[in-house]
């Protein structure tokens, strides 16, 4: 079992930044990645960063356009998503996932219980 504890989440003027961590507790040895996620309301889940705990990895969703950076620091066993340019299409609930094994795409085994982020205009 992994747990996983998202924090950083607020409210934020457009154009502004935010940093959101996730501190993963368990068998974090075991796992092979770990990615960001947001839902905003009325809409689907929808994948946002990826990073492999090793580093080696990265993935970011296509719209986001350089804006954010994913990162981890494994000595803290915590994975941050360094969010800038907010735009207020940005606002949503944004989950901390785990995944066990490779590839980096595909379906997460654990999820955190979310973040809210607003970016108001």
């Known amino acids: 079992q992994v747990q996983l504890v998202e924090s950083g989440g607020g409210l934020v003027q457009a154009g502004g930044s935010l940093r959101l961590s996730c501190a993963a507790s368990?068998?974090?040895?075991?796992?092979?990645?770990m990615g960001w996620f947001r839902q905003a309301p009325g809409k689907e889940r929808e994948f946002v960063a990826a990073i492999t705990w090793s580093g080696t990895m990265i993935s970011y969703a296509a719209y986001l356009k350089g804006r954010f950076t994913i990162s981890r620091d494994t000595a803290k066993n915590t994975v941050y998503l360094q969010m800038g340019s907010l735009k207020p299409e940005d606002t949503a609930l944004y989950y901390c996932a785990c995944k066990i094994n490779p590839p980096l795409a595909g379906a997460y085994n654990y999820w955190g219980q979310g973040t809210q982020v607003t970016v108001s205009s």
């Open positions: 368990g068998r974090t040895s075991s796992s092979y990645a």
